[in-house]
């Protein structure tokens, strides 16, 4: 369908349509309760009554036949409407977005470059010509299976293939040919980037998106650019499918394994069981991971009032791996002008969530604090705990190879691109923060999104290697890359350096202070020791100099009021 069809598709006639349908729902009603009446005649008996009355009975089946079918029709009508109406709607927004910005929308999708006086420059407006595209091919493959569903339900109503389903009456027929009678949701694209998961999303109404969310979350959830609060109710509505799934195959091998020896008779020999025990430790492990979940999300409640409070689960993987991997957002991405993805190293699993999600929201908190004493505490801060790939169970020979980074740094790539086309933003400020292992991974992400990256800063802690030796080479403006090491990092006497590039206090990023010291606004902070108390507040709740570091950071206050104590 091209943009010219969806513009002059008529509401109006739709909305008339549904009225129509609805006074022949109410005729057939009337005509059926006027045949029970003339069928209970007082006086009127013998053959002929009784012959007129089977007679009315099959009328009056035939008529709960064409309730159902007026009752598909209308109900075709009233979501056809709302979906137009709504289509209509996104593609005008599109067409005033181009225009703004020198753009012209082509009826087949295109966008260019407008042929007229002060035509803007290409380069600038390239990111945006291509999002406009993504967003006009995403209301045309929506208009066509809004067209296709209505052509399908037609063609069912019109071959008596709508059921009433076994009602003895019309307004319960009408009902159940409703049931008949509504759009499909339409699946997202398949290998769609996160821009065009967005504008596939856009593009669906309120009613598409609620069945996507209720009936198929697992089409959603883990999308990169669908908007948070979807990814968390659908990731929501999976949690208890996935324990169904996991509990199944915990039984099944449990089954499989019941009375069975324990390892070989033979010395040296293999476990002839082994796998299968080891898939059940891994199910077994999976349904401890999806109890740490509802525990996170029991802790951190959603506040409808206030949506920079509680947790979001941006990501529930139960399926891919070994290990369950997740995501926690703490606050509204969408709507946040700073957003922070901490990405954690070895040995983190989904146990740690709820730590991650504490150590999330103390970065938040402080981050918010720290743009209130500058004059912009209007501004908001989200915080995520990403564990989106699998981090070295231990250290040894898996921490002294990079293939977990490489097969986890597309995914983290996806996702910062995912939270860039998601906002509600224009230019929401992204910052990465990095731990351990999980900087080199951080690291590999941003690498991977090459010049177009989405993330501003970037904080490196306790860190391997970041395979980089400047901001250029990590495609981050120069002066916002930023490292961080305790003097007592086990990190620092480990054998990695080199395997992930050169040793991070010795590149040309900004490094910063873990001391003890008073920062700027008055507070007292503690030092780090170790490999992992950067993060975490000190013994008298406050963050220590690290964490506010990475809050001065977060909130985009580097080299502002609130300077970073440098190393």
Known sequence: MLLPDIRWWNELALEMLETSLSRRITTVQDVTTQLADIGQFPGWTGESADAARRRFTVTADQLTDEAAALGAVRELAKQTREAVAHLKQTLATIEQQAAANGLEVWDTGHVTIADKPGAPDAAAVETLRL?????????????????????AILNKAADGQITDNGATDV????????SQGGLTALPPPEKATPQQNREY???????????????????????????????????????????????????????????KPDGSR??????????????????NAKLKDLD?????????????????????????????GEKGMAAVAVGDPDNADHVSVTTPGVSTTMAGLGDMTKEATAVQQEAKNQLGLAG???????????????????????????????????????????????????????????????????????QELGPN?????????????????????????QGHGYVMRA?????????????????????????????????????????????????RPGADGALRTAGYNMAVVVAGLAGQPQPLEVR
């Not at 006009?136 to 569903?149: E, G, K, L, P, Y």
């Not at 293999?270 to 059940?280: A, C």
């Not at 590149?507 to 700027?520: D, G, H, I, M």
């Open 171 to 178: 307004g319960a027929a009408a009902t159940a040919g409703e």
């Open 453 to 477: 990256n989405p993330v501003d800063d970037a904080v490196f802690y306790g860190s391997p290697g970041i395979n980089a030796k400047d901001e250029p080479e990590l495609n981050l403006p």
């Open 292 to 320: 740490s979940i509802e525990g996170v999300l029991k802790n951190n409640p959603l506040d409808a009032a206030n949506p920079d409070k509680g947790a979001r689960l941006m990501m529930l993987d139960m399926q891919s």
């Open 487 to 535: 003097p007592d990092d086990p990190i620092t006497y480990a054998d990695g350096f080199g395997k992930f590039g050169p040793d991070p206090v010795t590149t040309q990023l900004e490094q910063l202070s873990v001391r003890e010291t008073t920062t700027p606004d008055g507070v007292h902070r503690e030092d780090s020791n170790g490999h992992s108390e950067y993060p």
């Open 201 to 259: 999303w856009d593009a669906l109404d309120d009613r598409q998106r609620r069945e996507i969310i209720d009936q198929h979350p697992e089409w959603v959830g883990n999308r990169d650019g669908i908007p948070s609060m979807a990814r968390h109710e659908a990731n929501v509505n999976r949690i208890d499918d996935e324990r169904a799934r996991l509990t199944q195959e915990r039984d099944r091998l449990q089954e499989e394994l019941k009375g």
């Open 376 to 446: 912009r505490g209007g501004e908001r801060v989200a915080s995520i705990a990403w564990l989106g790939y699998e981090p070295p169970p231990e250290i040894g020979p898996e921490a002294a190879s990079a293939a977990r980074a490489e097969a986890g740094a597309p995914k983290l790539a996806s996702f910062y691109s995912g939270l860039d086309a998601a906002s509600n933003k224009p230019d929401p400020h992204i910052t990465a923060l990095g731990h351990s292992y999980g900087s080199t991974t951080t690291a590999l992400a941003l």
């Open 131 to 151: 999002e406009l595209i993504d967003a006009t091919r995403a209301v045309m493959r929506q208009a066509d299976d809004i067209d296709a569903d209505a052509a």
């Open 266 to 283: 033979y010395p040296n020999a293999p476990d002839p069981y082994g796998e299968e025990r080891t898939q059940l430790a891994e199910v």
